[in-house]
């Protein structure tokens, strides 16, 4: 009983060392830069400025069936897979747009990169472009993410959006900021571009 008790102690402390340098390390992940426009209790209006994005196009129609499959085929260009055979470092968040046509799921470039510097993907599915400066409203919840948050958090966007007279467009977009390891301190989004005049 004793030994039984030593040992679940030493797994719960290799457990806590373990999330304790996850969360370190996803702190230290660079993360898309933008600036806070509007913060209100449970939302806020976001601009992002244009960055270069390695993104893949899929028929998944949901979080489940996008995450795993985009994930492993973005993961294996930055990991290596481009005709420079280099290692691209990993940023945050992973962008997922899923919708019933074609979804896409996107990874920031770190920003020493562009379109220009950036070594062609072996995957002819990884596509590599610039975005356009946007405005986007943003709610925000923890966990692990699924099909069903992603949908809840979305309509609740989209009240408050209507709530406050704010005219949004195109569509309810998922951001993954955690790796699939990671248990605590889990940062989810919900995001939806917005016509916003900051005058």
Known sequence: MKIFFIIVVV??????????????????????????????????????PAVTIATIHSNAKSYRELSGPGFRQLAGYIFGGNEAEIKISMTAPVH??????VSTMSFVMPSLYNETNLPKPND???????TSEEYVAVIQFGGFASDDDIKFYSVKL?????????????????????????????????????????K
């Open 158 to 198: 989209q009240n408050i959006l209507k709530e406050k007279g704010i005219t949004a467009y195109g569509h309810y977009r998922y951001l993954g900021y955690n790796p699939p390891y990671q248990f605590i301190g889990r940062r989810n989004e919900i995001i939806v571009s917005v016509q916003w005049n900051e």
């Open 11 to 48: 797994i719960i402390l290799i457990i806590v060392v373990f999330q304790s340098y996850t969360v370190m390390s996803s702190n230290k992940t660079e993360e898309q830069k933008y600036t806070v426009i509007r913060k209100e209790k449970n939302f806020e209006i976001r601009c992002y």
């Open 96 to 101: 997922m747009d899923i919708n019933d046509t």
């Open 124 to 130: 002819p599915n990884v596509i590599i472009k610039n």
